[in-house]
C-alpha cells in the first residue's frame, strides 16, 4: 500500500515536470503593440503628433484655436503655421502677419480660401487663376507619402521669389516658399502630410522638418489647427439680424393677436353709482342663473305687495281674483288689463314671461 502511494506521488510529479518543460519551449516573450483610435486632444488636434515630435527635438512648439495678440505675440524668428480655414483670419490679424513677417517671420498657409480672402491679399502673392488637382510623392518608395491638392498660381513678382517649391509656375504648385521682406511664406496645398498617423512616414518627416527650415531653431513655432469665430453676439449683431427683425414683427403680431382690448366695449355707468350699479346687477344675475328668476320673481311680488298693503290696508284681507282687482284699481288700470296684473303675479315659465311679468311689476310699484 505504502510503495503504490509513492508510485502515484512519483507519477504526479514527471506530469507536472513534463507540463513545466513544454511551457518553456514553446513559451516566447514578445512585446505587442496594439493601435488605438485617438481620444482626447489628438482626437481634436491633429497636429499634436508634430508637436510632441517638435518638442523631443527641443523645438519650443505649441498648437492654439487663435491668432490673438495675448495668446500669440508674435516676435521676428517665430512661425506660425494655419491648419485651419485661411479665410477666417479678418483684416486687422492679416495686417498683423504681414507686418510680423517682412520683420523675419515664417508664415505657412494653405490657400484654398482664394486670392480675395484678407489675408491673402494682404500678402499678394497668389494669381487668381484657379489651378487643377494633382498629387506628388514626397519620397521615391510606391508607398511613400504624397501631397495633394489644388494647384495654386504665384503672381510673377512672387514667382521669381520663390526659393523651395513642388511643381512649377506655369502648371501651378502644390508647395512654394517664398520671400516677403526678411521673412518667408510658405504656401502648400495640403497639410494632411503633417497631421497625426502620416508623420509615422519618414518621407512627411523629412518633409515637415524642410517645411520649417527657415526660422528652426530661432523661435517659437506656433500650430493653429482650427481658428474661433466672432464672439456669438457680435456675429448674432452684424448676420443675425434678419432673423432677429422677423422674429420682432413675429413677437409684436402675437402679441397684438393675444393682448387685452383697451377700453370698455358697452358705455360705463355714472362715476359715483358704477359699482353700486354693478354690485345690483350682479346680484339679479346670479338670482336668474340660480332658479331661472323663480326667487327673483317671488321677490317682486313680495314687494309690490307690501307697498299696495302699506298704502291700503284693506288689501292684507283679500287673496285671488279679488286681489288682482284690487291691486289693478289701485294701479289705475282698467278691468281689462285684471288678467295681464295675474298673470304677472304667477310664477314666469321662460325669460320672455319673466321680462313681461317684471315689466308689469315694475309699472304697478311705481304707481302712487
Known amino acids: 500500500m505504502k510503495h503504490r502511494g509513492l508510485l502515484v506521488a512519483v507519477l504526479v510529479l514527471l506530469g507536472v515536470a513534463l507540463l513545466a518543460g513544454l511551457f518553456l519551449t514553446v513559451f516566447q516573450r514578445r512585446d505587442v503593440v496594439e493601435p488605438t483610435p485617438p481620444s482626447g486632444v489628438a482626437l ?40 485651419a480655414d485661411a479665410g477666417r483670419i479678418d483684416a486687422e490679424t492679416a495686417a498683423r502677419l504681414l507686418g510680423w513677417v517682412r520683420q523675419g517671420g515664417h508664415l505657412l498657409l494653405v490657400p484654398d480660401a482664394g486670392a480675395r480672402a484678407p489675408v491673402f491679399a494682404a500678402l499678394g502673392l497668389l494669381d487668381p487663376r484657379p489651378g487643377a488637382f494633382a498629387c506628388s510623392r514626397l519620397g521615391d518608395e510606391q508607398k511613400a507619402a504624397s501631397l495633394c491638392g489644388l494647384r495654386f498660381r504665384l503672381k510673377p513678382a512672387a514667382a521669381q521669389a520663390v526659393d523651395a517649391a513642388i511643381g512649377d509656375p506655369g502648371d501651378g504648385y502644390l508647395f512654394a516658399r517664398t520671400a516677403v521682406g526678411r521673412g518667408h511664406v510658405s504656401l502648400l496645398a495640403n497639410v494632411a502630410p503633417l497631421e497625426r498617423l502620416q508623420l509615422k512616414q519618414a518621407e512627411a518627416q523629412r518633409f515637415a522638418w524642410r517645411l520649417l527650415a527657415p526660422n528652426r531653431g530661432h523661435g517659437q513655432i506656433y500650430l493653429v489647427y482650427a481658428l474661433d469665430g466672432q464672439p456669438f453676439l457680435q456675429l448674432l449683431a452684424t448676420r443675425g439680424w434678419p432673423a432677429l427683425l422677423a422674429l420682432a414683427l413675429l413677437l409684436a403680431a402675437w402679441m397684438a393677436m393675444r393682448g387685452a382690448r383697451f377700453g370698455p366695449l358697452m358705455p360705463a355707468p355714472a362715476p359715483h353709482r358704477r359699482a353700486l350699479l354693478e354690485h345690483v346687477q350682479a346680484a339679479g344675475e346670479f338670482l336668474y342663473r340660480r332658479d331661472g328668476g323663480r326667487s327673483l320673481h317671488q321677490l317682486a311680488c313680495q314687494a309690490v305687495l307690501a307697498r299696495f298693503r302699506r298704502r291700503d290696508p284693506a288689501c292684507a284681507r283679500l287673496n285671488g281674483e279679488a286681489l288682482y282687482e284690487r291691486v289693478a284699481e289701485r294701479g289705475g288700470l282698467d278691468a281689462a288689463q285684471v288678467a295681464q296684473v295675474a298673470q304677472a303675479f304667477q310664477s314666469p315659465a321662460n325669460a320672455q314671461a319673466f321680462r313681461a311679468s317684471l315689466i308689469t311689476l315694475a309699472r304697478l310699484r311705481s304707481r302712487p
Open 44 to 83: 481634436t488636434n491633429p497636429f499634436f503628433a508634430l508637436e510632441q515630435v517638435l518638442r523631443n527635438v527641443g523645438e519650443p512648439a505649441a498648437s492654439l484655436t487663435t491668432l490673438a495678440p495675448g495668446q500669440v505675440p508674435l516676435q521676428p524668428g517665430d512661425t506660425v503655421l494655419v491648419g
